[in-house]
């Protein structure tokens, strides 16, 4: 099955810098790649999303990029603040055929501070 | 945008005993329903897929005896933890999925989590 691997697990920044968080999949037919945004005992919250013909999508200070030939994907956040401080988790998913069920695999999250 | 609601938020029980926690789609129609397991500090963990009117398909190592999952409509899936024990207190965590093109289709939308926690 997929396996899809995070990192850095922990990311410390100063208010105003970028950080970025990658990830990697193992499974080529993967089509969908989403990231989410889990604030402590809170549900996790899309912040973007990425389909596999597409290179790169950008929504303000978020962007993702996708290398289909590497199997890797990022997380850009810009000029940062203290309210971007959670934890984010990529994740990949295959389209099933007929398009009606898909099923997605997480990266093991990343814990980013933004430190005032 | 979609909403999940997921119920109840939180729930203390005794072991041995059964725990239903109810995830509902309010404003779409869920062709496809998840169920996650989170321990604290870690990823989420698929349990199962659930479609509406058909068997859950359980992800390896998941007691589907254990975790009993029902789909019986477009807007609502329960999972019953039996028989509980402490080991399973966690995080259980619901999304959502719509068919077609209007609200929620094509994304998923997590609802809010139920922590259980076993005495």
């Known amino acids: 099955g997929e396996n899809v691997e995070q990192h850095p697990s922990t990311l410390s920044v100063q208010e105003g810098d970028s950080a970025v968080i990658k990830c990697t999949y193992s499974?080529?037919?993967?089509?969908?790649f989403p990231w989410y945004k889990q604030e402590l005992g809170k549900r996790p919250q899309l912040i973007i999303d990425?389909?596999?013909?597409?290179g790169e999508k950008k929504d303000q200070r978020i962007a993702v990029t996708l290398n289909k030939t590497a199997k890797h994907f990022s997380l850009h956040i810009t000029e940062t603040q203290p309210e971007d401080s959670a934890v984010y988790f990529c994740?990949?998913?295959?389209?099933?055929?007929?398009?009606?069920?898909?099923?997605?695999?997480f990266g093991k999250g990343t814990l980013l501070t933004v430190n005032p | 945008g979609a909403v999940v609601s997921q119920h109840p938020s939180w729930v203390i029980c005794k072991s041995g005993t059964s725990v239903k926690i109810e995830c509902r789609s309010l404003?779409?129609?869920?062709?496809?329903m998840f169920w996650y397991r989170q321990f604290p500090k870690q990823s989420l963990m698929l349990m199962a897929t659930?479609?509406?009117?058909?068997?859950?398909?359980?992800e390896q190592g998941v007691e589907k005896d254990k975790f009993l999952i029902n789909h019986a409509s477009l807007t609502l899936s329960t999972l019953t933890v039996t028989s509980a024990h402490p080991e399973d207190s966690s995080f259980y965590i619901c999304?959502?999925?719509?068919?077609?093109?209007?609200?929620?289709?094509?994304?998923?939308?997590f609802g809010a989590g139920s922590r259980l926690t076993v005495l």
């Open positions: 999304s959502a999925r719509g068919g077609g093109s209007g609200t929620g289709a094509n994304v998923l939308t």
């Open positions: 499974d080529s037919a993967s089509n969908y």
């Open positions: 990425i389909r596999s013909n597409v």
């Open positions: 994740a990949a998913s295959i389209k099933a055929s007929g398009g009606s069920n898909y099923k997605l695999t």
């Open positions: 404003d779409f129609q869920a062709t496809t």
């Open positions: 659930s479609n509406e009117g058909s068997k859950a398909t359980y």
